[in-house]
Each structure stands twice: as C-alpha cells, then as structure tokens.
C-alpha cells in the first residue's frame, strides 16, 4: 500500500509577500514546489498586497489598515496561509489584531484574529501542521543558518527551520558565531539608520565568512537581501539562499 503525501487534499494558500513576488520570485515558486511535492493543493490568490509591516513599523497606523482589512479578506476562505517569511508572519498575527482593535469594529476583529491564526511560516507549516521535518530535499553544499530578528522574537519559529535543515540529504551545517545578532536591516530601521544598519551588517557577514559557508541561509529574503549585498560587496563567493529553494531541492537538480 502506498502511504498518502503529508498534504495530501489539502487546500493552501501561498502569501507570496511583497518582496518576494517583486524582488525575490524564486522563493515563492520553492514554496509551491515543495508543497504540491508534499501532496498539498496550493492556491496564489490574486487579491493579495503587502502586510503594511512598513506602514505599522513607522507608525502609520491608520494607513497600514487597509492592508489588513484586505489580508483578512483575500485569506478568508483557507484553513491554511502559508508564507516564507517569518517577519511578514509575525506582522500578521502581532500587529493585525492590534490594528484591527484600534478600529472598535468588533467583526473586523473577529476576522482578523481569525485568518491571523490561520497563517503560518514555512517552517512552522511543514512541522506543526504536516508533521514532516525530512521533506525528500537534497543539497550537498556548506551552509551556515542566520535566524531573523522577526522569525525567533515574533513569529517565534524557534528550531524548526534547523530540524529542517538537519534532514536535508548531502548538507553540512556550520554553527555561525553571534548568529542571535541582528543583522541590520530590520526594515525602516534601516532607512532611518543606515550607517548602524551597514555596520551590523558588516559585522554579521564577517561572521559568515569566518564559517568558510559556500551559502548563507535564513528565512527571510529582506534580511538575506542585507547580508547579500554586503557580502557581494566584499567578494566573499558566498551566496545567499532562502530555506525553501533548499527545501524545494531534490536530487539531480543543478544548483
């Protein structure tokens, strides 16, 4: 008897997130093949926008909230959101509700907190909901792990993006020094306060490279972006790689 995907019948929807479907496409197109890889009916609905972490973030407050009355609207219909980005996660189920309080409209509440509940990181998705950690991947490379800011403090992933990694067939993991450091970007932060974000940002990509990593990996690609661009710029050979284009890789794919 053949044993049933993990997913299998089950309908998901992708939250792509705005710097991924603009900046970063291959990472939503990982997580669709890995999802339909693990049986799973993956929908993209086309009504989606930003989370309005941005506009929450710097205080906009009133201008972030049509982006959470949409959230709440496009993802209504899913037992299941799925994202590959702890921040975008965290800023859903941490500051949506607070925004929707805000507002006294008590069904919008409702909603939100509900569709809140319902979205998950990647890791999170694979591991608590599917109850897989070896997802079939395949990757022999050298990699070190930055866990983001947003994914350990808000969305609180905490290791399931290690178990994960560990299960990966034909991977070596190097511990990366100061990994609980910050790596700079943190969203505005980074605009409003460039010269400390680029020096975090040094910081963390010298700690890249003490590991001798041939890819740095988290599972956010607007952190991964920082640390890319400053690792480009000191020619270190490293690259920067989501988790879900590791997990989306089988054997025979080139990479």
Request: charge should be neutral; charged fraction near 20%.
């Given at each position: ?19 991924n ?68 996660v965290?800023?859903?189920?941490d ?22 509940s ?19 991947a ?46 700079g ?22 700690h ?48």
């Open positions: 008897m053949t044993t049933p995907a993990p997913g299998a019948g089950m309908r998901v929807a992708l939250f792509a997130t705005c710097i479907d603009t900046m970063f496409p291959q990472t939503p197109k990982a997580v669709v093949s890995l999802l339909e890889r693990l049986g799973c009916e993956v929908d993209f609905p086309l009504g989606q926008t930003c989370c309005g972490q941005m506009f929450t973030n710097t205080g906009y407050f009133d201008e972030a909230l049509p982006t959470v009355r949409r959230y709440a609207e496009v993802f209504a219909a899913y037992d299941h959101i799925v994202a590959p980005s702890g921040s975008c965290g800023s859903v189920r500051q949506h509700p607070m925004l929707a309080e805000r507002t006294g409209d008590r069904a919008l509440v409702q909603q939100v907190r509900s569709v809140a319902r979205t998950h990181d990647l890791s999170e998705f694979l591991v608590d909901v599917l109850g897989v950690t070896d997802v079939g395949y990757f022999p490379h050298r990699i070190t792990y930055h866990p983001t800011c947003h994914s350990v403090r808000v969305a609180k992933v905490g290791d399931r993006p290690m178990r994960l990694l560990k299960a990966v067939r034909g991977l070596t993991i190097v511990p990366l020094p100061a990994s609980e450091q910050c790596c970007f943190g969203g505005t932060f980074s605009m409003k306060n460039p010269d400390v974000s680029v020096a975090m940002g040094a910081d963390k990509a010298h890249v490279m003490e590991t001798g990593a041939e890819y740095v990996v988290t599972g956010d690609n607007s952190c991964l972006m920082h640390i890319g661009g400053v690792l480009s710029r000191l020619n270190s050979g490293i690259r920067p790689i989501h988790l879900a284009e590791i997990l989306a890789t089988t054997e025979g794919a080139r990479r």
